[in-house]
């Protein structure tokens, strides 16, 4: 599709794409990093790391908050 329609309107099409995959998938978020575009999937442990290097916790999406419940950092 990349090769047979114009950049801006695959560009268009790619975002849709993500957004609905991201609003479908429960184990997947986007980054908080302001300006990075980029998708991060729940693991194991509730730390996500993405590839640009935020630290974000999965369950409550605030910045890593090593040894702090959830609770405790969104007072």
Do not use: A
């Not at 986007?30 to 993405?50: L, N």
Request: hydrophobic share 25%.
């Amino acid at each position: 599709m990349k090769k047979i329609i114009p950049k801006q309107m695959f560009d268009k099409y790619f975002r849709f794409k993500n957004n609905m995959l991201v609003e479908r998938n429960p184990n997947l978020k986007w980054c908080t990093r302001p300006g990075c575009e980029r998708i991060v999937e729940k693991g194991s442990q509730p730390k996500v790391v993405c590839t640009c290097g935020q630290e974000t916790c999965f369950e409550c999406g605030n910045e890593w908050h090593q040894g702090q419940t959830c609770e405790k950092v969104t007072e």
